[in-house]
């Protein structure tokens, strides 16, 4: 449903990754990213090609982030800490087919 939160919260290993991707023909903007360690975050396309275009040592929460999300266009949280963390996103939903 439009302005629904949508959110994920997982454990992930060191070098996984926490991936925030709406369904086709749904849209999404991120607007909290909650991570317990260091992180790395992508933008990726249909295609599998990545953009690096963060990275935060330690513990930390990003706030307003708003950043659009497609089925061919989303994001990936990566664990680069060195250990298992919690990683975790909210947003709403901003289109529904």
């Known amino acids: 449903m ?7 919260l997982q454990s992930i290993l060191n070098g996984n990754y926490l991936e925030a991707k709406p369904g086709v ?6 607007h909290n990213i909650y ?16 953009c690096s275009f963060f990275d935060e ?5 990003l706030t307003n982030c708003y950043i659009h999300l497609t089925s061919t266009h989303y994001l990936r949280i990566y ?9 975790s996103y909210d947003g709403i939903v901003t289109l529904e087919p």
């Not at 302005?3 to 994920?8: C, E, P, S």
């Not at 023909?25 to 991120?30: F, L, P, R, S």
């Not at 991570?35 to 990545?50: C, M, P, Q, R, Y």
């Open 2 to 8: 439009v302005g629904a939160v949508v959110h994920d």
């Open 25 to 30: 023909g749904t849209e999404w903007v991120i």
């Open 35 to 50: 991570h317990a360690n260091t992180i790395t975050l992508k933008v990726v396309d249909s295609g599998g090609n990545e």
């Open 57 to 61: 040592a330690d513990k930390g929460l």
């Open 79 to 87: 664990n680069t800490s060195g250990g298992t963390q919690y990683l």
